[in-house]
């Protein structure tokens, strides 16, 4: 009964390297989010898309790219991974308000590790 | 600026007792409201949400309360169990976000219930 699935659940990377975190949902959803989780900030917006091939910047998009080829799929780039880049990142999807139940639905999170 | 926010980090409760979580928003156009609940290690999970329209919305040993006026929500856990020890977010949703209906999140409260 998994909905939203991100591909690693514990990722450990050197600086430097280009890093893939990939997001699949089987809802068809067509808003997809990807936020990371560090302790005491709560949950902060990367990146967003609202359709397949649309993105828009989030809160913190720095240093992080996304991709959406197709809608089910989402994916965060880290051009260069740095190690203020370490934390629990956690990809979402919803339904365009008006068309059922509002609110998001979470991945299971990877925790990056940047060394 | 916090649109959402959740004043208390962390909350201690006895088992059998009640915890309220607290949450005060900005925004009057914030529509729709959410609580959901993160375990170390894993992606966030829906608990219970409540439309603007209503001041109270109750599911099992949950209620969350809204008063409009004062733009403040409360989650309460009636009785609190070990298993309820998780970090609570509080969401809105429905501020002039258009399509996408971005979620914006508190920071969270750490909620331990001692047995």
């Known amino acids: 009964d998994v909905k939203v699935t991100q591909s690693s659940r514990y990722l450990v990377k050197r600086t430097g390297e280009k890093v893939f975190l990939e997001c699949v949902q089987d809802?068809?959803?067509?808003?997809m989010f990807w936020y990371r989780q560090d302790p005491g900030l709560g949950l902060r917006l990367i990146y967003f898309s609202y359709d397949v091939k649309m993105k828009e910047k989030g809160d913190i998009p720095e240093g992080y790219s996304v991709s959406r080829e197709k809608k089910e799929r989402f994916s965060l780039i880290l051009e260069s991974a740095s190690t203020n880049q370490t934390s629990m990142y956690l990809c979402a999807s919803s339904l365009p308000p008006g068309q059922g139940a509002r609110g998001y639905t979470f991945g299971s999170g990877t925790r990056l590790t940047v060394v | 600026d916090q649109q959402v926010k959740q004043n208390s980090p962390s909350l201690s409760v006895q088992e059998g007792r009640i915890s309220i979580l607290n949450c005060d928003y900005t925004?009057?156009?914030?529509?729709?409201f959410l609580w959901y609940k993160k375990y170390p290690a894993e992606g966030p999970t829906f608990l219970i949400s409540?439309?603007?329209?209503?001041d109270k919305n109750e599911d099992g040993r949950f209620t969350v309360f809204l008063n409009k006026s004062a733009k403040h929500l409360s989650l309460h856990i009636v009785p609190s169990q070990p298993g309820d020890s998780a970090v609570y977010f509080c969401?809105?949703?429905?501020?002039?976000?258009?399509?996408?209906?971005?979620?914006?999140f508190g920071k969270g409260t750490k909620l331990t219930v001692n047995p």
């Open positions: 409540i439309s603007s329209i209503k």
């Open positions: 969401a809105a949703g429905g501020g002039g976000q258009g399509g996408s209906e971005k979620l914006v």
């Open positions: 925004n009057s156009m914030f529509d729709y």
């Open positions: 809802m068809d959803h067509e808003n």
